[in-house]
């Protein structure tokens, strides 16, 4: 770009406007541009996100926006997108779910972890690299993108496989082992005290870390649900959202001044509200928030990659690239071979998982982790992290036709053993298919709810009432602590399988808000709703509710039937005397 463009944007950014504040919008508006431009292309939007980074480091519109300063602003604001991921992959961990996916978890993903971490790190050690600087590489290339693989899969509709399944039970171990090797990172990369053996160092941070679990676990118990429980009842959403940051946040700092990772402290966060009611209900209000700061992080990412470095090292690249998801493939099919899947479902949990993943990106940004080994290497293995992840929709859709080849060469196991397995709730409403929606469990809801269970139609509540949640969830009845304007709430009750939605609630201005949510997702899901005054079962009407329930009408309706059978008992006793 020529310095006549370059001066007028300087001036456009000049005394009246924050430096950071252009740079912000350049990079959400090219996110935007590019990611459509990708889509057309059937991409996957992480790559959008790593070339606009790419394209504003290479371009100099960095050091139009305060240089060093903007990309430190940035990179704060990645960092707070990390916090959230944690706090969210917290939120999502269950103790249930993981006694369901125990041996996915344990055997599936500790084999994985284990394999990956021996093969990286003796191939480190061949290389020249030293110790530390192989410990690290081996856990940068062995996890997998969370996000990434469960997101094809459920694009793919295949959310409920048993491949699916697995990936989530190896992900789950990476997630809790990658929390516990960031609080022992500092001491791997030398940074603790200079003259201090490691055994005082490892007794001093796991003084700090038991600490830190006593605090959490006391919070977990009495101090957050107490605070939900106040918030909730005001039923304000703008104050229960402020209460879940500050609980994210609040201990995310605790775990910062005891010298423990902000990750660590987030992830402890979350799990601290994972069992409770509240659970849903958080997770529509904290992931549109996640989601744009994490579009940051990986914009940071992209930010890292000099091109010409990258041009130079291009076979390097790609080599990195081939060698980490055939090798990882290779594993993890062989893995889930030995738990019983078959070819298919092995095939899509190994491909799911064959990239690099957010946190492989986060150790490379680590503080002094690009010391470990050449400035060459170290780009290279950032591209190649963010290339293999762009690759993961592609690679996933290669597993028919491999499962295919090998069912015809009848390498592995053609068909997976059946298995007898009890679903806790949570997984139960995962699974939902055909069922009613029901917003709202009053008097209306509770009674359509028990007629429609009768009938053998499943059933999923939605209710912002936190008693009747709780009265529900001991009834074992599926039900989310969630607002239907939100989004994030259809998509938890699963609304693309649903085959019918009821508002049964006579509030029509609510029903609208989620209405439109409803649509977007399902168009042709039926839809019943009450409207109290004739303007409002207008308004539903023209909003394409299927059926809408006039309290007005039926009420008029039962007060006629009513009076005219009290008239008639009447006269019938007047006669026969």
Not at 122 to 132: D, I, V
Not at 271 to 278: F, G, N, Q
């Amino acid at each position: 770009m020529d310095e006549g463009m370059a001066y007028g944007v300087m001036l456009a950014a000049g005394d009246g406007m924050p430096p950071l504040f252009a740079l912000l919008a350049v990079m959400l508006v090219s996110v935007v541009l590019v990611s459509l431009l990708l889509l057309r292309f059937q991409q996957s939007l992480l790559v959008a996100y790593f070339c606009c980074g790419i394209l504003i480091a290479n371009t100099g519109i960095m050091g139009w926006f305060g240089g060093g300063e903007s990309r430190e602003a940035v990179q704060q604001m990645a960092d707070f997108g990390v916090v959230l991921l944690m706090f969210v992959i917290g939120l999502e961990f269950s103790v249930s779910e993981l006694r369901f996916l125990r041996r996915y978890a344990v055997n599936g993903g500790g084999l994985q972890m284990g394999i990956c971490l021996l093969v990286t790190i003796a191939l480190g050690r061949l290389g020249g690299l030293p110790w530390n600087a192989s410990i690290v590489l081996a856990v940068t290339l062995a996890m997998s993108s969370t996000a990434i693989s469960l997101k094809t899969l459920q694009d793919m509709e295949l959310s409920n496989s048993r491949g699916a399944r697995f990936a989530l039970g190896v992900a789950i171990l990476q997630d809790l082992f990658i929390i516990a090797f960031l609080v022992l990172l500092p001491l791997i990369l030398g940074n603790g005290a200079k003259d201090a053996p490691w055994t005082s160092e490892i007794g001093w941070l796991a003084l700090r870390g038991t600490g830190f679990v006593a605090l959490a676990a006391v919070s977990a118990k009495w101090i957050i649900p107490a605070v939900l429980q106040a918030v909730a009842r005001t039923r304000s959403r703008e104050l229960f959202t402020l209460a879940m940051m500050g609980c994210c946040l609040g201990l995310a700092f605790v775990a910062g001044l005891l010298e423990l990772s902000l990750a660590l402290g987030a992830f402890v966060a979350g799990l601290a509200v994972s069992e409770t009611v509240y659970k849903h209900r958080i997770l529509a209000d904290i992931l549109p928030i996640k989601d744009v700061f994490l579009t940051l992080f990986f914009v940071s990412v992209g930010l890292l990659i000099d091109l010409r470095v990258a041009l130079d090292n291009i076979w390097l690249i790609l080599g990195l690239t081939l060698a980490l998801t055939t090798g990882k493939t290779a594993i993890i099919t062989g893995i889930a071979w030995h738990l019983g899947l078959s070819n298919r479902q092995a095939l899509l949990g190994a491909l799911s998982l064959a990239s690099a993943g957010e946190f492989s990106l986060l150790l490379l940004q680590y503080p002094g982790v690009g010391q470990l080994w050449s400035p060459d290497l170290q780009q290279s293995l950032v591209a190649s992290s963010a290339l293999s992840m762009g690759l993961v929709p592609f690679l996933v859709r290669l597993a028919d036709p491999l499962a295919l080849w090998l069912n015809s060469r009848r390498i592995g196991p053609s068909q997976s053993p059946k298995r007898g397995e009890q679903l806790p709730i949570r997984q139960r409403v995962k699974e939902l298919k055909g069922h009613a929606i029901i917003c709202g469990h009053g008097v209306v809801g509770a009674e359509l709810n028990r007629t429609l269970r009768d009938a053998g139609v499943p059933t999923l509540i939605i209710e912002m009432n936190v008693d009747t949640v709780r009265q529900l969830m001991r009834e074992e009845q599926a039900v989310l602590f969630a607002d239907a304007a939100h989004e994030e709430t259809w998509h938890l009750a699963r609304l693309r399988d649903a085959s019918l939605v009821a508002f049964t609630f006579p509030d029509a201005a609510a029903a609208a808000a989620a209405l439109h949510h409803v649509h977007e997702i399902n168009r042709e899901v039926g839809v019943i709703a009450r409207a109290r005054f004739a303007p409002d079962r207008t308004r539903l009407e023209r909003l394409g509710v299927s059926v809408v329930i006039h309290d007005e009408r039926e009420a008029a309706a039962a007060a006629v039937t009513q009076t005219l059978r009290l008239l008639g008992e009447r006269s019938r006793k007047k006669g026969s005397r």
